[in-house]
Each structure stands twice: as C-alpha cells, then as structure tokens.
C-alpha cells in the first residue's frame, strides 16, 4: 500500500541553525501538507502546497518557514533560525486532487529536538 | 483556540465490548470530518470520515455518527480488540473558506483491556 515516508525520523540542532525536513508523498497526490504536534498538544495545521505554491498557511508559519517541491517526489520544509519553541513533531501528509471529500494521509513524523 | 474538542483524555474498555469516542466542535461551518488513530512514534492512520450531508458512515467495525445540530460526533468501535488501543484523533475541516485544513482535536487515549 502506498504511504508517505519521511526522513529523517529525529533530528537534533542547535538553537539558531537551519533544518531541512524532508517527505516523499504518496506518487499520484497533488495536495501537500505540513503539521506538527508539540510534545502534549495537539496536531496543528502549518501550510497546504498545491501546483507548486502555497495554497494556505498558518499563523504559525511565518518567514522562517520554506516549502518547496524541488522535484517530482520531495516536498520539504525548511526552517531558517530554529528557536527552542520549535521542537516538535513534523507530519508530512498527501491527498489525491485536493478534492473536498479526499482523505490526508500522514507519514511517521520527523521528531525535531532544537538545544 | 478550541474549534475542535475532545473531551475524555482517556477511555478503557474490556475487548470485545463497544469503545465510544466522542468529539465536539463549535465551527458551524465545518463540513468534513474525520478520524484518525496514532501510534506512539507514528504518523496518525486515517480511519473513517462523513461529510456534513450524512449523519451516519459505517466501515467494518468502525462508525461515525454526526450529529449537526449539537455539533458532534461519536465514533464506535465494535467489537473493540486490543490492537485498537492507540489514541484517536477528531479532525474537521470547513472546505469552503479553508480548504482542507484540518483542525485537531487532542485526542482521546483508548486502551482495550485482554
């Protein structure tokens, strides 16, 4: 069965660096998105890409975020300066055509430990 | 910011009976729901959805009720087994204005006890 993998699975920096996170979505989705959960909260919405740009995005995802589709499978999410707050579960997902009724589908995560 | 809330952090149930996870919302402009079941050191697992339009989806020994009018829904797991234990998550999206940005619920803890 199709899924969405996601590398690396922990990754550890120090405050101020940057992270590249990386996901394979499933092959034929065209929808892309980034979540993440804090340790004891819950999962929250960071940006939907479509068609090569940003479609949505959340208050939470100011300048220091990126996302970018650099070929025909990777979709990354790159954050520029990390600062403590942002340790945290990272969630790749993928839907089928966007379409209203379609289902995300969640990779494993990326645990990110900012120092 | 609490448009979706669940609140039972946790629920035990003994295997074979009915597990009945249920979840709150107060954005009356939500019209797609889902569940989802995590893992510990996974990503969370699609389980079953329903559109605005239905009140009721049924797959296997999953089933989402909706009930609009109280703005919530219940999921039932019948029989519940063990591996069913995991913490399970409400999502809910509103299509027209935002797509289709889920908003979370923070979960509910089952355990399925042998």
């Known amino acids: 069965e199709p899924e969405v993998t996601q590398t690396p699975s922990h990754q550890v920096t120090q405050m101020g660096q940057e992270v590249i996170l990386r996901c394979v979505p499933i092959s034929n989705h065209l929808y892309f998105y980034w979540y993440r959960q804090i340790l004891g909260q819950k999962v929250e919405f960071l940006v939907s890409?479509?068609?090569?740009?940003?479609?949505?995005k959340s208050e939470i995802f100011d300048d220091q975020f990126s996302v970018e589709r650099p070929d025909g499978s990777n979709f990354t999410l790159k954050i520029r300066s990390t600062k403590l707050e942002d340790s945290a579960m990272y969630f790749c997902?993928?839907?089928?055509?966007?379409?209203?009724?379609?289902?995300?589908?969640f990779g494993p995560g990326t645990r990110l430990t900012v120092l | 910011d609490q448009q979706v809330k669940q609140n039972s952090p946790s629920l035990s149930v003994q295997e074979g009976r009915i597990s009945i996870l249920n979840c709150d919302y107060t954005?009356?402009?939500?019209?797609?729901f889902l569940w989802y079941k995590k893992y510990p050191a996974e990503g969370p697992t699609f389980l079953i959805s329903?559109?605005?339009?239905?009140d009721k989806n049924e797959d296997g020994r999953f089933t989402v009720f909706l009930n609009k009018s109280a703005k919530h829904l219940s999921l039932h797991i019948v029989p519940s087994q063990p591996g069913d234990s995991a913490v399970y998550f409400c999502?809910?999206?509103?299509?027209?204005?935002?797509?289709?940005?889920?908003?979370f619920g923070t979960g509910t803890r089952l355990a399925v006890r042998p």
């Open positions: 997902a993928s839907s089928d055509l966007g379409l209203s009724t379609d289902t995300q589908y």
């Open positions: 329903i559109s605005s339009i239905k």
């Open positions: 890409f479509y068609n090569n740009e940003i479609s949505e």
């Open positions: 954005n009356s402009m939500f019209d797609y």
């Open positions: 999502a809910a999206s509103d299509r027209k204005s935002s797509g289709d940005k889920l908003t």
